[in-house]
Structures are given as structure tokens and as C-alpha cells.
């Protein structure tokens, strides 16, 4: 059975390789889905030095549970089981270890996120991915 990772950044892109995702195994049987969310580090000193750890860890908690909602919703309504996980760090190497880890065969991602804004025809966090990993990914437009 494949082990395909997702990753959602609650995007309409992201949302639409999820679409995809349940198209397909609608078409070709089951697989083992992996959304994944990367959240950012907080670097601030300043941040840091205000704000608990556990404030900061309910933080990326809250954002990932809303950027993965819509994800999560539609695939609970075409009934496709799923696992889904938080990561906080550089999101393309992020992507990159959670694949290498859970031994996914195949990643399949939106061509552009929320932070598409650095490059014009295919996102950056994208393009260091396709640049850095060992297994086909598919990019969603």
C-alpha cells in the first residue's frame, strides 16, 4: 500500500492536493495519508523571553489544527481514514525528514501556499523539494 504525505498549509492549493488525493484513492484503493503541517519556529528573543513555552506550543498547536481543518473535513466526508501531525522548523526540511521517516513513497502538494510570494510559477517551499527528496511528488495546480 502507498504512504502518501500531504502537506497542508491550509491554502486552497494545498486543499486542492488533498482533492486529489481522494479522487485517487477512489479510483486506485486505499493508501496510507499523511497530512503534515510546518509551523514556523518563534526566534524572538523578545517573544521568547514574554511568553511561555507552553503558550508557544498551544500556538502552533492552534494553528495547525485551523490550517488542517478543511483538509481533515474533506476527508472525513469521503470517509478516507488519515494521520495527521504538527512539525515546527524550516518547512521544506521539515517535509522533507517527516517523508524520509514515515517512508513515504510519494508526496503530493498544492504548486503554491500561503507563502508563494517569492517565486511567480511554483512555490519555494515547492521547489526545494523537488530539488531535495528521493521519491516522486506530485504538485497539484
Known amino acids: 500500500m ?4 500531504i502537506p497542508v498549509d ?12 481522494i479522487d485517487h484513492v477512489r479510483e486506485h484503493g486505499a493508501c496510507n495519508l499523511h497530512l503534515l503541517n510546518v509551523q514556523p519556529p518563534i526566534v ?3 517573544v ?17 489544527r485551523t490550517a488542517l481543518a478543511d483538509a ?14 504538527l512539525r515546527v522548523g524550516n518547512v521544506a526540511e521539515s517535509i522533507q525528514a ?4 514515515h517512508q513515504c513513497d510519494h508526496i503530493v502538494m498544492g504548486s503554491r501556499g500561503l507563502g508563494a510570494a517569492g517565486s511567480l510559477m ?4 515547492a521547489l526545494k523539494l523537488l530539488h ?10
Open 98 to 101: 517527516y517523508a524520509a521517516e
Open 10 to 21: 491550509g491554502s486552497a492549493n494545498s486543499l486542492r492536493a488533498v482533492r486529489y488525493m
Open 72 to 85: 481533515k473535513a474533506a476527508l472525513d466526508k469521503a470517509g478516507i481514514m488519515y494521520q495527521s501531525n
Open 44 to 46: 524572538s528573543g523578545a
Open 122 to 125: 511554483l512555490g519555494s517551499v
Open 132 to 141: 531535495a527528496v528521493h521519491v516522486p511528488v506530485v504538485m497539484v495546480n
Open 48 to 64: 521568547l523571553a514574554f511568553v511561555s513555552h507552553d503558550m508557544i506550543q498551544q500556538y502552533y498547536e492552534d494553528e495547525a
Open 2 to 5: 502507498k504512504n502518501v504525505l
